[in-house]
T-cell receptor
């Protein structure tokens, strides 16, 4: 079965650089979510999109932005990177109406290291 | 904001033993999810619970959605070495909402 695809898997950036993370949700899933997980922490919600519109907003810094495109893939843009942004970034998708299998499913994540 | 208290934080057990972990919340959730996460990987959904009082099994895993909608437990029977990992509970208020995660239970299994 198709899963949530994230790219890249690993990314190393310097302070003050920008980074773009990509997410391809499970086909026919209508909601995409972004989470940040620091070392030894549980995942923290950043932002979500439902049918290409921003749905919920969590603890996402102003330096970060995200969008969902017409093909339903989503991108998380991170600017002015700080050392504290080093973390695992996960994308997840779900079918809100549980028509095509609800499965709140996570991708394998992007490990961002800021040096 | 909503918080989930997950316990225990860690467990070190012998292969073949049963395991139990639970989550409690100060407020109601309408969906409870249990995930397993291996190092450097994304959380993998184990069991999803949608109704208060629901008891669901998935192989050696059994989970229940508390009747008050403020708690859930996960049991693993006859543990094996590949059960090692971090188990997270997660609550969701409404479909399409964010998940609130518990702090995780790190399970270690001694062969």
């Amino acid at each position: 079965a198709a899963g949530v695809i994230q790219s890249p898997r690993h990314l190393i950036k310097e302070k003050r650089e920008t980074a773009t993370l990509k997410c391809y949700p499970i086909p026919r899933h209508d909601t995409v979510y972004w989470y940040q997980q620091g070392p030894g922490q549980d995942p923290q919600f950043l932002i979500s999109f439902y049918e290409k519109m921003q749905s919920d907003k969590g603890s996402i810094p102003d330096r970060f932005s995200a969008q969902q495109f017409s093909d339903y893939h989503s991108e998380l843009n991170m600017s002015s990177l700080e050392l504290g942004d080093s973390a695992l970034y996960f994308c997840a998708s779900s079918d809100r109406d549980r028509i095509f299998n609800y499965g709140y499913t996570f991708g394998s994540g992007t490990r961002l290291t800021v040096v | 904001g909503q918080q989930l208290n997950q316990s225990p934080q860690s467990m070190f057990i012998q292969e073949g033993e049963d395991v139990s972990m639970n989550c409690t919340s100060s407020s109601i959730f309408n969906t409870w999810l249990w995930y397993k996460q291996d190092p450097g990987e994304g959380p993998v959904l184990l069991i999803a619970l949608y109704k208060a009082g629901e008891l669901t099994s998935n192989g050696r895993l059994t989970a229940q959605f508390g009747i008050t909608r403020k708690d859930s437990f996960l049991n693993i029977s006859a543990s094996i070495p590949s059960d090692v990992g971090i188990y997270f509970c997660a609550g969701q208020l409404l479909a399409g909402n964010m998940l609130t995660f518990g702090g995780g239970t790190r399970l270690m299994v001694k062969p």
